[in-house]
């Protein structure tokens, strides 16, 4: 590892450029520069034409006209109905984060304790479902929770309601199918972290007279930090920006940013407004993004 | 277990949450009542309906070409991108690279799908290309976020890699493209198929974004089922989702197979593999 620097490039001559711009022009055109664009989209007006905006750049009589409209992000500050939509994704995503991480954190740990063979066992049985269909999962729960689902069926059936309860299309519904199909995503890192764990770590304390539930909250917990914001940045940032979930198990009163975005891109065709609303989101996410890339660069460097 | 009963206790709570749902899809799908939540008694006919509902039957192939593309691809860029920052000091743009692949993995699906879908459409205009929007536009877009997650796998399989095999090839003179070839991609094949899986299921799955880039022309079949689910229970879904239930459960079956014949070294190798995946 001494002559780390050195090394590579006497392996890689001259095709070492090649190997590198492949991947990097392919990401740079089609994963950062469609960013740019819905920035420059964003700051267009709505228009009745193909594509559906003004342009942002017109060039014509050797001047260079640069029209830039704030009015769309204005607009979304001002009407409620954009405000809520965000507060109420942040909301649903983090009471989602929470619960995922109450049920996921003893479920990995107890994968991580369990003797080495039925490790990858459990390990496959976690993660199966989410090689699935996301879709399908989503769906299963409409067939649970509606009026005359299976829940409902079984309680009117046991004698315990009269009439059924309702649970789909309620903001109970979009947590549970937050929960539901992002599990495995917070169980895989922090299983992934506290097999690492130094076993040796949790005996020094409990040699040192340390009680079981100190040794958790001291040790245990701290060491398993990274796993911990890894896990919650995997169900957060996406749940922020869900579409599926709220659609098929939200009501109409589930305001959330992923179904508003949707409709003003689909329904209304304004394309400058759906543009303003991704700027925010990704605004309000960028800061999440930012601690799951140090997170995961720390764990690529190790 | 034996010291945390707890754990133990809600690892099979845990499970039991995430299989009971989709046991309850499966015993459905042989009701024979339309109505999916009041059994009528077995029936198979809706795997019959299914396999005549042709809209369906040409979304899946859809799906399945563009998967199989889509996974190919992003199985060489991604592979590509973990050698580059496994392997390579540093470089201009390391840092933009190694942001452009994890941020894919967490990015909502819906900004991802109109950034793409606005860049399709600046670049129709600028170039003329791609003059329609379809099986095409829906590969790039599924390549792209694919090889984020291949290449995550990859770099963890890369860095358990001895490098001082690779080294003496090298030294006795083989050139970087043959020692690659000969030598790095054999050891880390695990890797490349559990990548490639990943990203045919990823892909085969994806609505969102797929919604977004496509044309009239390509209607994938998480379109189909979506607009079919949005009107309600439908006994020919459940039957859908249990054969798809079936092909992973069968294909996770034997990988675990594989797994546990190869021995327990690498078997800890790939392990890593998978956990790294997400």
Known sequence: MFNFTVRPRRLFGPGRRWVIAVPLLWLTLFFLLPFGIVLKISL????????????????????LNIILTFGNYLFLATDSLYVSAYWGSVKIALLATVLCLLIGYPMAYAMARAPAHWQLVLLLLVMLPSWTS???????????????????????????????????????AVILGIVYAYLPFMVLPLYANLTRLDVSLLEAASDLGSRKLNTLLRVTLPLSKGGIIAGSMLVFIPAVGEFVIPELLGGPSTLMIGKVLWAEFFHNRDWPVASALAMVMLAILIVPIALFHRYQSRELEE | MRKSSFSGVMLIAGLLFLYLPMLVLVV???????LVTVWAGFSTRWYFELMRDEQILSAVWISLRIAFFSASMAVCLGTMAAFVMVRFARFRGKTALSSMVTAPLVMPEVITGLSLLLLFVHMAQLIGWPEDRGMVTIWIA??????????????????????????????????????????????????LAAGWLLAFTLSLDDLVIASFVSGPGATTLPMVVFSSVRMGVSPKINALATLIIMAVSLATLMAWYVMRRSESRRRQAMLQDMTAGR
């Open chain 2, 28 to 34: 459905y799908s042989f009701n024979s009542s339309r």
């Open chain 1, 134 to 172: 996301f879709l399908i999962r989503v769906y299963a729960w409409m067939g649970i929770l509606s009026n005359n689902g299976l829940i409902n069926n079984v309680l009117i059936w046991a004698g315990l309601i009269d009439s059924p309860i309702r649970m789909l299309n309620t903001n109970f």
């Open chain 1, 44 to 63: 267009s007006q709505a228009a009745i034409s193909i594509p559906p905006y003004s342009a942002v750049f017109d060039y014509a009589n050797e001047t």
């Open chain 2, 142 to 191: 599924h390549t792209t976020f694919c090889s984020a997650y291949v290449a995550v796998v990859v770099a963890s399989r890369l860095r358990e890699v001895d490098l001082s095999i690779e080294e003496a090839a090298m030294d006795l003179g083989a050139r970087p493209l043959r020692t690659f070839f000969q030598i790095t991609l054999p050891m880390i094949a695990p890797a």
